[in-house]
């Protein structure tokens, strides 16, 4: 049995995967921790073997610092993160024996939108990411188009794709994206929308697009859930949940 403590659990996230976790034959809900707290000492207390992260982007480190130090493997859901900081986790976790997975996206249909913009990126001249999302959203761009741009440059790479076209003299305003390892990202914040992407791949004469659509967050508990029962499974630290899935 899985022992959980959920950090963020008043969230909108967080309050979906305590709902999913009491719903889970193998998983018990030991702890709601949320902003205030003392997570080490709740975490040891309640008798965690895991903890789930779904809070800010300023307060994700922390945490999973820790849920580490409380003796823990850790899912993190929250985005945000840069290099250094997945260094400092990865370190951490080696000297703690423990296993953390940190995915920018847990929905099936975003790990292989990801999966299939970067197959097709080397294919096509011109590659651009489109995220949008609810306006209370923390951060721009998201850290699912982050890790979509860095698969497409990657793999643009790998391939020796030139450089994408693009004759823009000025562009003042910022309008042409923001670059992510090259490839240009657009962030849209509109009121009913909840997170999708677009990524427009294109050549002469012709256009593909791969979109993926979240409409509720009930989408992302499969792959919490599958992140929960499979993180101790991979030593140290694993970036997306797309190693999870065999893909
Ligand atoms: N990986 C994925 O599939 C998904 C990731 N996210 C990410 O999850 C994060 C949370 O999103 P939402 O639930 O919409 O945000 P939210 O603002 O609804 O919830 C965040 C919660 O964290 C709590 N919190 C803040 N500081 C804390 C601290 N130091 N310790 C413990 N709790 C603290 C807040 O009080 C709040 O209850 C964001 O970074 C978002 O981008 C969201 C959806 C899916
Ligand atoms: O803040 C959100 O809501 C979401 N954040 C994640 C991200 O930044 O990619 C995942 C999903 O898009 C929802």
């Known amino acids: 049995m899985l022992k959980v403590a959920v950090i963020g659990a008043k969230g909108r996230m967080g309050t979906y995967v305590c709902e999913a ?54 899912v993190v859901g929250t985005t945000g993160w840069t290099e250094e900081a997945y260094a400092r986790v990865r370190e951490a976790a080696a000297a703690a024996g423990k296993s953390v997975l940190i995915a920018p996206n847990f929905a099936i249909s975003a790990v292989l939108a990801m999966k299939f913009a970067a197959a097709a990126a080397p294919y096509f001249e011109s590659v651009e990411v489109i995220e949008m999302h609810h306006p209370d959203k923390l951060d721009a761009p998201s850290g699912t188009a982050i890790a979509t741009a860095k698969g497409i440059a990657a793999a643009r790479e790998a391939a020796g794709a030139p450089a994408l076209p693009d004759n823009t003299q000025t562009d003042e305003l910022g309008t042409r994206g923001g670059k992510v390892t090259g490839v240009p990202v657009h962030a849209v914040r509109l009121r009913g929308l909840y997170a999708s992407e677009e990524v427009l791949l294109g ?29 101790a499974d991979y030593q140290g630290l694993t970036i997306g949940l797309d190693a999870f899935l065999g893909l």
């Open 203 to 231: 050549n002469p004469g012709e256009q593909l697009v791969v979109r993926t659509d979240c409409f509720d967050r009930v989408s992302f508990m499969p792959g919490v859930l599958l992140g929960l029962r499979k993180v």
């Open 21 to 74: 976790v009491e719903g889970a034959e193998d998983m018990e809900l030991v702890a709601r921790l949320d902003a205030g707290d003392d997570l080490a000492e709740v975490i040891k207390t309640a008798g965690a073997t895991h903890a789930v992260d779904f809070t800010t982007p300023q307060t994700a480190e922390a945490n999973a610092m820790a849920a580490l130090g409380a003796g823990v493997h850790v």
